[in-house]
């Protein structure tokens, strides 16, 4: 059985950083893990990706150069390091693992999901 528990989320300010961390249980294999975030009132969009072998990353446009996913294997845990947040990056954010094969570049070609942390940028 997977099982994806998120931790790290909580208030910061504008040009602040925060890392949320997953820990990923179960078959992962060939499996890609990401993080996708839903704001109140919106769809669950994409943020990040990182394929199984850990090899390639995939990022939202609005995160490129801010966000960073990484993971340590030793661990079972994937990471999102957000730096320079911006109050629009204020959301739930869920750590999730794709279908096999998948890159996990869209919402839809994931499978399983964590309960999310709440990230909350003030301006």
């Known amino acids: 059985q997977v099982q994806l528990v998120e931790s790290g989320g909580g208030l910061v300010q504008a040009g602040g950083s925060l890392r949320l961390s997953c820990v990923v249980s179960?078959?992962?294999?060939?499996?890609?893990t990401g993080w996708l975030r839903q704001a109140t009132g919106n769809e669950r969009e994409f943020v990040a990706a990182?394929?199984?072998?850990?090899?390639?990353?995939y990022y939202s446009d609005s995160v490129k150069g801010r966000f960073t996913i990484s993971r340590d294997s030793a661990k079972n845990t994937v990471y999102l390091q957000m730096n320079n947040l911006k109050p629009e990056d204020t959301a739930v954010y869920h750590c999730?693992?794709?279908?096999?094969?998948?890159?996990?570049?869209?919402?839809?070609?994931?499978?399983?999901w964590g309960q999310g942390t709440q990230v909350t940028v003030s301006s």
């Open positions: 999730a693992l794709a279908r096999p094969h998948y890159t996990g570049e869209r919402r839809d070609e994931y499978e399983y």
């Open positions: 990182l394929s199984w072998l850990g090899d390639q990353t």
């Open positions: 179960g078959r992962t294999s060939m499996r890609a």
